[in-house]
């Protein structure tokens, strides 16, 4: 029997799948990642800053009580302080991403108080993150921002992957309250 030399040749005509590859993991990348957070962060930062003003507001978590009238004569106006200085919105800033986080706080010191009230003092809470509470331990995004945020987290993910993932669906119900402190990323 004669020996039969074969040979065989494999020739790359496209290569649509490491295209796809590189793009999911250029969107759950570090730099991805990163990007998706920053831009998750700021809408979340516009929110909170969109929440000051004597209107109504979509993103405001709770309805504002009005000040006291004792206090209103005490500060000399019926426009909340809060409302009419612009300090605490003013005071609201975003960290750069971190090990997969993004922190966005105020280091006023009674920026804790407004948002979450004092009893002692008789300071309603004004929630001026689109957030929820069930007791002072249970928080969580409410429904408009989080339909918001997860559209923008899955657009950018779609974005950075060059249309590898595609759109989330968002969810129809509000996510599930976790414990921690909305002031202290707990």
Same mark, same amino acid.
């Given at each position: ?9 494999? =020739? #790359? #005509? ?20 990163? &990007? +998706? ?7 979340? #930062? %516009? ?5 000051? !003003? ?14 006291? &009238? !004792? ?13 009419? =200085? ?6 609201? &800033? ?6 997969? +986080? ?10 804790? %108080? ?6 002692? +003092? ?23 921002? %989080? &339909? ?26 509000? !996510? +599930?309250?976790?414990? !921690?402190?909305?002031?202290?990323? %707990?």
């Amino acid at each position: 029997m004669e020996e039969v030399e074969l040979s065989l040749r494999i =020739t #790359l #005509l496209e290569d649509t799948l490491s295209k796809e590859l590189k793009g999911i993991m250029k969107a759950f990348g570090t730099e991805g990642r990163d &990007k +998706t957070l920053s831009a998750v962060g700021s809408r979340f #930062l %516009e929110m909170g800053q969109s929440t000051f !003003g004597a209107g109504r507001s979509w993103w405001r978590g709770n309805k504002w009580e009005p000040y006291s &009238k !004792g206090y209103a004569k005490y500060v000399g106006s019926s426009t909340p302080t809060l409302l009419r =200085t612009g300090r605490l919105r003013n005071s609201l &800033k975003m960290s750069p991403p971190r090990g997969g +986080t993004v922190t966005i706080y105020s280091n006023l010191k009674y920026a804790g %108080e407004q948002f979450i009230g004092n009893k002692k +003092t008789g300071r309603p809470g004004r929630y001026y993150f689109p957030v929820e509470s069930k007791g002072a331990a249970l928080w969580r995004l409410n429904y408009k921002a %989080e &339909k918001v945020l997860v559209e923008l987290m899955g657009r950018t993910f779609m974005k950075l992957s060059r249309g590898a993932l595609s759109l989330p669906n968002v969810p129809t119900t509000a !996510g +599930t309250y976790s414990i !921690g402190n909305p002031l202290r990323g %707990e």
